[in-house]
């Protein structure tokens, strides 16, 4: 979308009789918005239509999750939740003479307690953003590409086209999968 944009733009500008800047922003925050509430429905959907497996071929039960107002609520629950419990039996396993066996349990939940937080802090700027971009300068590019422009369909960057369901489903969740929870 964003390349379209940019051609018909350029195409614009070379028209134009004017010299002054026109800023296009190429966003789907106001007219297509994709909403936390749909990631959350989709994600479920999709890992319970695909689990992923877990070291012993067993596919992993997805949950309902907890959906959060910032990252420092997140950061709190997580905490409470997870954190101070993993540093309780850090301690517990420091006083126990089977610390090796446990030792490892312990090793293996810190490690997916830190990739968690990685991966929550990764995310933050997408998960907690509230702004919304007007993009009344990119739509009105698009009307004048229509009427001036044979080839203008070609250069489709309209966001209320994006079909975020299809887009979670088919490309984002499966890449994720694929790339990142490897």
């Given amino acids: 979308m964003v390349i379209n944009a940019l051609i018909m733009a350029m195409v614009e500008c070379a028209?134009?009789?004017t010299s002054s800047e026109i800023i296009y922003h190429v966003g789907s925050s106001l007219r297509n918005p994709f909403k936390f509430s749909n990631f959350q429905e989709l994600s479920m959907r999709y890992f319970v239509q695909n689990p992923l497996i877990d070291k012993d071929g067993k596919p992993i039960k997805v949950g309902e999750f907890t959906a959060f107002s910032s990252m420092a609520s997140f950061r709190i629950y997580m905490s409470i939740r997870y954190s101070l419990p993993l540093k309780l039996f850090h301690l517990a396993i420091n006083t126990v003479l089977f610390q090796k066996r446990?030792?490892?349990k312990y090793n293996t939940l810190d490690r997916k307690?830190?990739?968690?937080?990685?991966?929550a802090e990764l995310y933050e700027p997408?998960?907690?953003?509230k702004g919304i971009f007007h993009d009344a300068n990119s739509e009105k590019l698009q009307i004048v590409a229509r009427e001036t422009c044979s080839?203008?369909?070609?250069f489709n960057f309209?966001?209320?086209?994006?079909?975020?369901?299809a887009y979670m489903m088919d490309v984002h969740f499966p890449g994720l999968v694929k790339y990142v929870l490897k």
């Fill in 102 to 104: 446990y030792k490892d």
């Fill in 158 to 165: 309209d966001p209320t086209c994006v079909n975020w369901e």
């Fill in 113 to 119: 307690l830190k990739r968690v937080m990685r991966l």
């Fill in 15 to 17: 028209n134009r009789s």
């Fill in 126 to 129: 997408y998960g907690f953003f």
């Fill in 151 to 154: 080839d203008a369909d070609a």
